[in-house]
């Protein structure tokens, strides 16, 4: 009777999974506040200097470095001990076993929150740089910035890293600026990649309890 119940428990899940929306995205923002895919939630304090693996697919990876701070919240009635998000990292693998890499660097905004070498990496071994406005294609790989926001889309995989002030007014030490990125997938790129990462995984379970392909 305990494997009846217990299957016809997973059947239930199972149903109500595939009666929830086709979600796609996941964000990450603030000090840090994790959505992920399927509508879960959870915070996340990540260590001084130390990186992170948010996804891992077999064409692009995306790794954040985390930086501790302390500011106030609720007009400063709680002092908080925490850590923002201050680069981001994005290595893909392109055809022909050609490699890319570009990275995120919230210490390069300045004033207006925007910088002119924001984002810095190679194309197959050459170096490149840019910034507000600016652009870079690598094959397959297609990087931009707009303001303070930069998105790299590969295959079915978009990541948007937007960068601004930590905390305006309230904050006490740490990082002036800080990154609030988004996940987003298309097609059967959840079913097909099966991804990892602190956020990765969750594209890969939604994809297994659903059975479905998102467009």
């Known amino acids: 009777m305990q494997v009846v119940a217990s299957l016809f428990r997973w059947c239930l899940f199972l149903a109500a999974a595939r009666a929830q929306p086709c979600s796609t995205s996941a964000t990450v923002v603030r000090d840090p506040h994790l959505t992920f895919v399927h509508g879960g939630r959870a915070d996340f304090r990540g260590r001084h200097n130390l990186l992170y693996n948010f996804l891992s697919s077999p064409t692009m990876s995306v790794n954040v470095k985390t930086e501790e701070a302390v500011?106030?919240?609720?007009?400063?009635?709680?002092?908080?001990?925490?850590?923002?998000?201050?680069?981001?990292?994005?290595?893909?693998?392109?055809?022909?076993?050609?490699?890319?890499?570009?990275?995120?660097?919230?210490?390069?905004?300045?004033?207006?929150?925007?910088?002119?070498?924001?984002?810095?990496?190679?194309?197959?071994?050459?170096?490149?740089?840019?910034?507000?406005?600016?652009?870079?294609?690598?094959?397959?790989?297609?990087?931009?910035?707009?303001?303070?926001?930069?998105?790299?889309?590969?295959?079915?995989?978009?990541?948007?890293?937007?960068?601004m002030r930590s905390c305006r007014g309230c904050l006490l030490a740490g990082p002036e600026h800080r990154l609030d990125i988004s996940f987003s997938a298309r097609g059967d790129a959840p079913s097909h990649d099966r991804p990892h990462g602190i956020i990765g995984q969750w594209f890969a379970m939604t994809s297994i309890m659903s059975g479905r392909e998102c467009h």
């Open 71 to 163: 500011f106030t919240i609720h007009d400063g009635a709680l002092t908080v001990n925490g850590t923002f998000i201050t680069e981001a990292h994005v290595a893909a693998r392109l055809s022909r076993n050609r490699r890319a890499a570009a990275s995120f660097f919230s210490k390069e905004l300045g004033e207006q929150d925007t910088g002119w070498e924001v984002v810095r990496g190679t194309c197959t071994n050459h170096p490149f740089k840019f910034g507000r406005r600016g652009s870079k294609k690598c094959y397959e790989l297609d990087m931009a910035m707009d303001y303070s926001s930069a998105t790299f889309e590969l295959g079915n995989w978009t990541v948007a890293v937007h960068g």
